[in-house]
């Protein structure tokens, strides 16, 4: 496969992955003691997976993408979303860095 094949397939996964990630924003579940602005959803779960597939700048790229779609659809001036971004980004980052070192230490002889 070539250098530019290879960047064609992980820009298309990136925008698959992106949008599975902006519809699952719209499934979120209450937490019962919390204040009831705090919600759990799963759009972080592709965002994993994209980096864990594709490396970690890459699930953050989905992070990004995601949080700039969910502006068009909310009205906290961008409040959470930057907060949703750092968090999320931060979480998808780490993870995804720690993946690539212990698989790469696992292909050592």
Known sequence: MSHDQK???????????????????????????????????LADVPAL?????MGPVYGVLIQLIKNVLNLTKTSTGGVGEISNFIVG?????????????IKQRKMQP
């Open 7 to 41: 960047k064609l397939r992980n820009l298309v996964k990136v925008g698959i992955l992106s949008a599975m990630s902006f519809i699952l924003m719209f499934v979120q579940f209450p937490i019962p003691v919390a204040p009831p602005f705090m919600k759990v959803d």
């Open 49 to 53: 997976i994209g980096g864990f597939s």
């Open 89 to 101: 980004g931060l979480f998808v980052f780490i993870s995804a860095s720690i993946y690539k070192k």
